[in-house]
C-alpha cells in the first residue's frame, strides 16, 4: 500500500489536489466499497488518535515515528496531503518547538480537511 516517494505519477496532478485520492483508495481495496469505508474509518480514528498524541509527545524519536507512522497511513488511503504534513513533522527533529507547533496546526487542518473529506464519501455512498 506504500508508494515510495509518494504519489503515483499517473494520478499526481489531479488526485493531490484531493483530500482523499478515491482512485487510489478503490485501487487499494480492489473496488470492495465496503472495504473502502472500513479503512477509512480506521484511518479517521488512527489519524485522530497520532495528532493527539503528537501535540503531547516531547521532542525527540517518539514524536517522529509517530509522524512516519501516520505518513504511511495516509499515503495508504491516499490522504496526500496528511502524507505530506506527516512527513513535514518527522523531517523536524532538532526544531524549535514554534516550529513544531506550526508544523502540528498544519498537519490539524489537512487530517480536518480528510475526515470532512471521507464523511462526505461515507454519507453520499
Not at 5 to 27: C, K, M, N, T, W
Not at 100 to 117: N, S, Y
Given at each position: 500500500?506504500?508508494?515510495?516517494?509518494?504519489?503515483?505519477?499517473?494520478?499526481?496532478a489531479?488526485?493531490?489536489?484531493?483530500?482523499?485520492?478515491?482512485?487510489?483508495?478503490?485501487?487499494?481495496?480492489?473496488?470492495d466499497?465496503s472495504?473502502?469505508?472500513?479503512?477509512?474509518?480506521l484511518?479517521?480514528?488512527?489519524?485522530?488518535?497520532?495528532?493527539?498524541?503528537?501535540?503531547?509527545?516531547?521532542?525527540?524519536?517518539?514524536?517522529?515515528?509517530?509522524a512516519?507512522?501516520?505518513?504511511?497511513?495516509?499515503?495508504?488511503?491516499?490522504?496526500?496531503?496528511v502524507?505530506?504534513?506527516?512527513?513535514?513533522?518527522?523531517?523536524?527533529?532538532?526544531?524549535?518547538?514554534?516550529?513544531?507547533?506550526?508544523?502540528?496546526?498544519?498537519?490539524?487542518?489537512?487530517?480536518?480537511?480528510?475526515?470532512?473529506?471521507?464523511?462526505?464519501?461515507?454519507?453520499?455512498?
Amino acid at each position: 500500500m506504500h508508494h515510495k516517494g509518494g504519489i503515483p505519477g499517473e494520478y499526481a496532478a489531479a488526485s493531490f489536489e484531493r483530500p482523499i485520492d478515491l482512485v487510489h483508495l478503490a485501487r487499494q481495496t480492489l473496488g470492495d466499497r465496503s472495504l473502502e469505508r472500513e479503512v477509512l474509518n480506521l484511518f479517521v480514528v488512527q489519524a485522530r488518535s497520532i495528532l493527539a498524541q503528537m501535540e503531547l509527545t516531547p521532542p525527540g524519536k517518539p514524536r517522529l515515528e509517530l509522524a512516519h507512522t501516520l505518513k504511511g497511513s495516509a499515503r495508504s488511503v491516499g490522504a496526500w496531503h496528511v502524507a505530506t504534513e506527516a512527513e513535514a513533522c518527522e523531517a523536524l527533529f532538532e526544531a524549535t518547538e514554534a516550529s513544531w507547533r506550526g508544523a502540528i496546526e498544519r498537519l490539524g487542518l489537512a487530517i480536518r480537511t480528510a475526515i470532512l473529506a471521507i464523511e462526505d464519501v461515507q454519507q453520499a455512498a
